[in-house]
């Protein structure tokens, strides 16, 4: 069936840096851009960025510029997602999530806990 | 930034209607979508473009638009229907945005 798996959950320190994955099946990967979104504890839905799998484009929220890169494999299906200078406040479940144009985020991964602690 | 707002919460008894606005100045020209959040689960999708409802998602769930705002409404609320919304929508640079999520209360 069509859907999005994620890679398991990470332990980061200050500074640091993290690479989520995002693995699509049942779908052809390049067919739909690749949306991340974040979810801190008891917090909000934030929308990080997107990027097109078929010509590897992206475009990022403000706040993350400079610090997000979302690329890609085609070859095996599988998005990523990679966050630097971590600090405290990214701690969060970060989702990867897909569509068809103007349909909205029909497939949710499980989400990726990831915690920044010294 | 853009920003879109939304009651922090609402209430209501089932059986009765649930009303979630969404307000956004880039409203009226760009497409509106609502997530339904259960705790612990990834969102799920229940209404794209304004008003339209995926395969699957129930006939009580519905969407608006009207100007600058949006509106989820859900006839018949069920217990089941608990859960936290968002509103997603996109400024004009096509930057998306979520809105700050609304938490249903059924009593």
């Known amino acids: 069936q069509v859907q999005l798996v994620q890679s398991g959950a990470e332990v980061k320190k200050p500074g640091a840096s993290v690479k989520v994955s995002c693995k699509a099946s049942g779908y052809t990967f390049t067919s739909y851009d690749i949306n991340w979104v974040r979810q801190a504890t008891g917090q909000g839905l934030e929308w990080m960025g997107w990027m097109n799998p078929n010509s590897g484009n992206t475009g990022y929220a403000q706040k993350f510029q400079g610090r997000v890169t979302m690329t890609r494999n085609t070859s095996i299906s599988t998005a990523y997602m990679e966050l630097s200078s971590l600090r405290s406040e990214d701690t969060a479940v970060y989702y990867c999530a897909s569509g068809r144009q103007y349909s909205g985020y029909e497939i949710w991964g499980q989400g990726t806990l990831v915690t920044v602690s010294s | 930034s853009y920003e879109l707002t939304q009651p922090p919460s609402v209430s209501v008894s089932p059986g009765q209607t649930a009303r979630i606005t969404c307000s956004g100045d880039?409203?009226?020209?760009?497409?509106a979508y609502w997530y339904q959040q259960k705790p612990g689960q990834a969102p799920v999708l229940v209404i794209y473009k304004d008003s339209e409802r995926p395969s699957g998602i129930p006939e009580r769930f519905s969407g608006s638009s009207s100007g600058t705002t949006v509106t989820l409404t859900i006839s018949g609320v069920q217990a089941e229907d608990e859960a936290d919304y968002y509103c997603q929508s996109a400024d004009s640079s096509g930057t998306y945005q979520f809105g700050g999520g609304t938490k249903l209360t059924v009593l």
């Open positions: 880039a409203l009226p020209k760009q497409y």
